[in-house]
């Protein structure tokens, strides 16, 4: 009955693009010692509820208490394999979300975790803590920081001292360039908790982004990028009135050059290719190669919005999908100060984390 109920909630926020995008977001629910916590590599919106992974809840607040090595690879190393030991039986060929821990930080039954736009123009939003605290009080605010273990520590943390301050425990957590988790013992509860935040959200943006057709595609331009891309990649052009406002010039698009969020970076690359109007295509593609080792999958052309690009139909959507979640988060975080992406040391963390979470899937 909890896996039903933990579904249900699961594919109904997760199936709306406003609140979270392809892969991103998770939930969880706790029975006894046991917690249910969504699969790495299962998405919200289509999760059943066999694909859960049962965790020994022991086990996780055991690791809580551990001490793990300070380097990044034999801490991260260390930390994946006692989250995997905390797998209950039956559950070997799962893999449970990277955030486990997180959740287990919660007494509430249910936790949800969420990236909407929304709340990301706040939490990647240079005067966002300060809006937060105003806005939000009853909310911990947690800064940014390396994300599964480490996040976890931080959260533990600052929720103890939200709970010495208040006598409650923390039933919201705003992650600065990430999202939002929410907590409850009740489903409706977990609903009035995200309606109220975003409904306080919506009322002080008082610009919302300008998605009507502006630009028109340039199919050989299009067709061009993605033969330099890959043999055979395909791409997707979007021309909306606020990717072509942020598109006019390299001051203009100073608020999408470096990413906001991990999930910016996992489907769209850390950084996009500004092309100007007649440069050189192929030499700026042949630039951002040499100097990030890698192809862009997303290029912006002076004036004229940008072109997604990737191996399949269905990662190029993607990716234009995390492209316009950032010219949304990039329009609502005007009114919190203005756009602050993820730091340069962070984002090199997760680049680096993304590939050898690469490589240990091929040596798999
Ligand atoms: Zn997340």
Not at 2 to 31: C, H, M, W
Not at 32 to 49: D, E, Q
Not at 294 to 321: H, N, R, W
Request: charged content about 20%.
């Amino acid at each position: 009955m909890i896996l039903q109920t933990l579904a249900r909630f699961s594919n109904l926020y997760g199936g709306n693009p406003e609140l979270v995008l392809a892969g991103g977001g998770n939930t969880s629910a706790k029975d006894g010692n046991t917690l249910y916590i969504k699969g790495s590599g299962t998405r919200l919106a289509t999760v059943a509820p066999e694909d859960f992974v049962a965790m020994d809840r022991g086990r996780l607040a055991a690791m809580l208490d551990k001490t793990y090595p300070q380097e990044d690879a034999p801490r991260e190393a260390a930390a994946l394999a006692d989250l995997m030991a905390a797998k209950l039986p039956g559950q070997e060929a799962k893999r449970p979300s990277v955030e486990t821990l997180l959740h287990a930080l919660f007494p509430m039954r249910y936790v949800l975790h969420l990236h909407p736009a929304l709340v990301n123009g706040l939490t990647c939003a240079a005067d966002g803590k300060a809006w937060a605290e105003k806005l939000f009080p009853q909310a911990v605010w947690i800064e940014a920081c390396k994300p599964g273990y480490i996040l976890a520590m931080l959260c533990r943390e600052r929720m103890a001292q939200y709970k010495s301050r208040t006598g409650r425990d923390a039933q919201i957590l705003l992650l600065q360039n990430h999202g939002v988790f929410f907590a409850a013992d009740d489903v409706q509860t977990l609903d009035t908790l995200l309606c109220d935040l975003l409904g306080t959200l919506r009322a002080h943006c008082a610009q919302t982004p300008d998605f009507s057709a502006s630009a028109d595609e340039d199919a050989a331009l299009g067709s061009r990028l993605a033969a330099l891309y890959a043999p055979g990649a395909v791409y997707r052009f979007c021309g909306a009135a606020e990717a072509v406002r942020f598109s006019e010039s390299l001051t203009s698009m100073q608020p999408l050059l470096e990413p906001f969020t991990p999930d910016h970076i996992v489907y769209c690359k850390a950084h996009p290719l500004y092309l100007p109007r007649g440069c050189d295509v192929q030499a700026a593609f042949a630039d951002y190669r040499a100097l990030h080792g890698y192809a862009p999958k997303i290029c912006y052309v002076q004036g004229g919005g940008f072109y997604a690009l990737s191996e399949t139909a269905k990662q190029a959507d993607t990716a234009m999908l995390l492209a316009l979640d950032a010219v949304k988060i990039a329009v609502y975080s005007r009114a919190f100060g203005g756009a602050l992406p993820q730091s340069k040391a962070l984002t090199e963390f997760i680049v680096n984390w993304e590939v050898e979470a690469y490589r240990a899937k091929l040596a798999q």
